[in-house]
């Protein structure tokens, strides 16, 4: 059995999420190792995993994603690691009872199977790990055609498309110069990581950043005033835009955020950023502040803008969860924005 300290594993990422796990890719595939990407395809009766949810394995073990402990871990390392060393995917099947981390005691004849693609992604070349890599940076939604195996057919080979791409696959994870016919095949869509712009930089920027990341999110901040791109610098946010509010509208079209927070501690820049977003399409607008700065910023961009920005516009920014200070503040909007994410923005 290998030992695997993945603390100081130098390929771990900084990020969670999808981003994380395609991060972490790329990482161990500069290091000539190849990896394989465990993806719930189906589930039934009363088990909790979820279609779409993904995992990362090296020859070491479980490196990134949902899949991992109790029974459902162990069985997932040797598959991954089998996939591997042979250069096929497979399809494994798990009987929830015996899925450790989420059966419950006496609640055995309840049920439920989970059918998880172990898909080798070769580190010399992937179209499956090029796809996650597109999807991610271009905020475009990731769909998944994979083939589960039939009587003439071997399951795993696939397609991805990204927007117009479209990254073909055999079972052994190579490129396909055309895409095959299909025997049983099952088809997901991926959402991509939420990307959000700090209209301002201020003292909750960097906490708002630091926990984006961890949820595998983007954080760009836009701000245009005298010294915002050294202060950024040193911040970790993904990318700083030194767009004034004005032309804020121009970045907007030319790059996909999911939502907006107006933070930048100044009264008119936020005011003319509030001006901005109020034709934009953004569903997120999250504004710093107590509630009269808020009452007396809506009193200035006038009843056609406050009417456009009524609906998406969260006055205070963030869940009343208590505490004081920056970390506090990002944690309460991190927590809101999250909610958001996973109930509205694609209802």
């Known amino acids: 059995m290998v030992s695997f300290d993945s603390a100081r594993d130098s390929t771990n990422s900084a990020f969670g999420g999808l981003r ?5 890719a790329n ?15 189906d589930v039934s009766g009363g088990n909790s995993r979820k279609a779409g949810a993904m995992s990362l394995f090296d020859s070491r073990g479980h490196r990134a994603g949902s899949l991992a402990g109790g029974g459902l871990g162990q069985v997932l390392v040797h598959a991954a690691r089998a996939v591997i060393a042979n250069g096929r995917a497979s399809l494994v099947v798990i009987d929830a009872k015996n899925d450790s981390s989420y059966a419950v005691p006496g609640m055995e004849e309840a049920g439920g199977m989970v059918r998880i693609l172990m898909l080798p992604m070769p580190a010399q070349s992937s179209p499956l790990r090029e796809a996650i890599v597109g999807a991610c940076s271009s905020s475009a939604w990731l769909r998944l055609r994979l083939e589960l195996g039939g009587t003439d057919v071997a399951a795993g080979f696939g397609e991805a498309r990204v927007g117009t791409q ?14 095959r016919d299909f025997e049983r095949h099952v088809t997901l869509s991926i ?13 909750e920027s960097p906490a708002i950043t630091r926990q984006a990341h961890l949820l595998g999110w983007y954080a760009e901040v836009v701000d245009a005033r005298a010294g915002a791109a ?20 121009t970045l907007l079209s030319e790059r996909h955020f999911d939502a907006a927070i107006i933070g930048g501690h100044d009264f008119e820049i936020d005011l003319a950023h509030l001006r901005q977003l109020g034709s934009s399409g953004i569903g997120y607008i999250g504004l710093l502040g107590p509630p009269e700065r808020r009452e ?52």
Not at 27 to 41: E, K
Not at 166 to 179: E, K, Q, V
Not at 191 to 203: E, H, W
Not at 319 to 332: M, T, V
């Open 20 to 24: 994380g796990l395609i991060d972490c």
């Open 27 to 41: 990482r161990v595939a500069g290091q000539s190792r190849d990896t394989a990407l465990g993806i719930v395809v």
């Open 166 to 179: 479209l990254f073909a696959f055999d079972n052994a994870g190579r490129a396909l110069n055309s895409p």
């Open 191 to 203: 959402a991509p990581p939420p990307r959000i712009a700090l209209l301002g930089g201020g003292p």
């Open 230 to 249: 050294s202060f950024s610098a040193e911040q970790p946010t993904d990318r700083t835009h030194d767009n004034a509010p004005t032309s804020l509208p």
């Open 296 to 347: 007396a910023l809506l009193a200035r961009v006038g009843d056609i803008v406050a009417t456009q920005l009524e609906p998406r516009l969260y006055a205070p920014a963030g869940l009343r969860l208590g505490g004081e200070g920056p970390e506090a503040s990002a944690l309460a909007i991190i927590a809101q924005l999250q909610y958001y994410f996973s109930h509205d923005a694609h209802a």
